[in-house]
């Protein structure tokens, strides 16, 4: 039993690491700047799969990444992704998902608890994102709010409301798979 619960949760793992590269792909054109729906799917995988294996699919989706096939924003793909001005959203990406997880504690019905800990995780990819940026640019701390993060504060909102219906539909389903 516990090996095909491991199988399924590597599956389901396996799938969030899939749409977070969709996601990527998946852009709303709402204002000057795109929404991409890639850190939707890194919430989802905190809220589905828990911080641990939430991790693991996030890893899974960087080292994808990383190795150069087209799985980050504007299908780009490659180690200069990481190490480039974005880097630092990507890398938050990993204590994202884990405190996302962490927090929701694969809550089954509190979407207060699932949009805290979205919001909790959208403050630490900020903090990764927006210091690595200025970091590698040298721009002032202002400017650099203005353009890595003002802009999708909206966007973010929408995803983390999103994310957190989407995640009251999907537990029992993905719990019922995990008790068979």
Known sequence: MKNSNQLRMI??????????AAGAYLAIPIGPVPIVLQNMFVFLA???????????????????????????????????????????YL??????VFIVGYISGKSTTRIGRD?????????VL?????????????MTWSKTLIVGMYPFLVGDALKIAAAAVIARALRPIIGKGLRQ
Do not use: D, E, N, Q
């Not at 890398?91 to 994202?96: R, W």
């Open 11 to 20: 599956v389901f793992a396996s799938l969030l690491a899939a749409l977070m």
């Open 46 to 88: 905190g809220l589905l799969l828990g911080s641990r294996w939430g991790l693991a699919s996030v890893g899974v989706y960087l080292l994808t990444g990383a190795c150069g096939l087209p799985v980050f924003a504007g299908g780009l793909g490659g180690i200069g992704r990481i190490v480039g001005p974005t880097g630092g």
């Open 91 to 96: 890398i938050g990406y990993l204590p994202a």
């Open 115 to 123: 949009v805290l800990a979205m919001i909790c995780g959208t403050i």
């Open 126 to 138: 900020y903090a990764c994102g927006v210091t690595w940026l200025k970091t590698l640019t040298g």
